[in-house]
């Protein structure tokens, strides 16, 4: 009976150590390619709790056939999903995976197809530079890589969902189990900067503990090569109003004499940052410390800055860091969205009636994410602004000379896990069973991931295992998913689920 165990345990070892992963991703990629396209064609703009809760139920679904449990932890907004499947080893490690099952809202006019929401199949015409439309009847013929797959979601967060299904499905077909208890957190409403999320971690503590924390989001190296990430910044976010008269009015009659919020508007931002880019907020940058370890660290990272230049379509980047890689590591601000009158075939010679800016803080662990908010509003007072929270009555119109109205969302701050520590060092040897391409390992991510109250609250060192391609266009138009990146995450994924840990 000991030499049959042995034989047993032999066995599962050699499976183990024996995986053909490229051969096993092709096949169950292709086979959840139907999958994939079953899911991203599910609205899931989190506005619209209908369309959210029939992502619930699939998602829901989908693993409840794979053999996890599944748990709704309710919050003042939308639910968010837990599953769990425990390993038969006894006294195994939790590792708890997360990724989103929402995307941004979307501007159909804006998109080269019919519906964002209605994925299609495109290559790139070599001669022309464009992505032209292609049948998916194409997909059950050879597959080239650099095919992509248009739709909302595509890349940001759904593909990384299906990759993790396909990784399911190839590793049961071998027989092979998880080593660990595997919990997998599927948020509903990071697009809309998860403001429940923080909630659930007092109210099911037990349920989320963890010893790892493996987040399947954002855009893998510009490379494509494997890429793991240590961290994320923090963001927070401003709204500004500045106002003019009750309503717009006439430019002739009233120019030089009405104050134009556009204006006032502008130059206030404007004072904001220098010309090369670096913020001009007294206290914006305490505590960012960047050692000559770090700076080597990150010349290390292959980016090629000019093709990037040339491929966005600047000459000369802003000043902050002396490269791309260096830039991440300072909080920044950012005005996302501008409006005051009109423009184009709607413009009027008016004198708006109110300016309003949008403007976004990315932090990072140094900086506190309410402590950049307050810097701002200081700023803004210096500047001779009375800062009100509501639209100015007629008696403070009166009274005060420069009025602006600012409101801020609920912020989140930015983690860090050691690169080389024990964790980075498991993981860069459980995706080297994948691929014998160079593992790109990141200090942290430009974006942020509503994850730093799981990281100080549970006690749980974070990172991010990015598998989309970068240029795919997440948060903008056109959104999409390289297909190499798929099926190279498909093998990412089978990496950290047979591996012991």
Known sequence: MRKLLLFVLISQISIAQNIQYDELADKFGKQHLSTLLEYISIPCDANFKEDIMRNYAWVEGQFAKRGFETKKLETSTLPVLLLEKKSKKPNSKT???YYHSDGQPVVPKDWSQADPFVPVLKKKNLQTDIW????MESL??????EWRIFARASADDKGPGVMLMAALDALASQNIETSYNLKILVDF?????????????DKYKTDLTSDLLLIFDGPAHASNLPTLTFGARGIATVTLTTYGAYTPQHSGHYGNYLPN???KMAQLLASMKSETGKVLIPGFYDGVVLDKKTKDKLKEVPDDLLALNKKLGFKKPDNVGDTYQESLI????????????EVGALAATIIPDKAVAEIDIRTVEATDPAKLVKNVKDFIVSKGYTILENDPTPEEREKYEKIIKLSSRPAYGAFNTDMNGEIGLWLEKALSKTTTKKIIKLPGMGGSVPISPFVTKL???????????????QHSANENLRLGNYFDGIKTMMGLLSSEF
């Open 95 to 97: 590792i708890l995976f």
């Open 132 to 135: 032209e439309e292609i049948p």
């Open 140 to 145: 059950k013929k050879e597959i080239d890589p």
């Open 189 to 201: 409403e990071e697009e809309k900067g998860s403001v429940s999320l923080p909630s659930i971690i």
């Open 261 to 263: 919020p556009a204006l």
């Open 330 to 341: 300072y909080p920044s601000l950012n005005i996302r969205g501008l409006k005051s009158g």
């Open 459 to 473: 006690g749980v060192k974070a990172v991010i295992v990015p598998t989309v391609n970068a240029d795919n266009n």
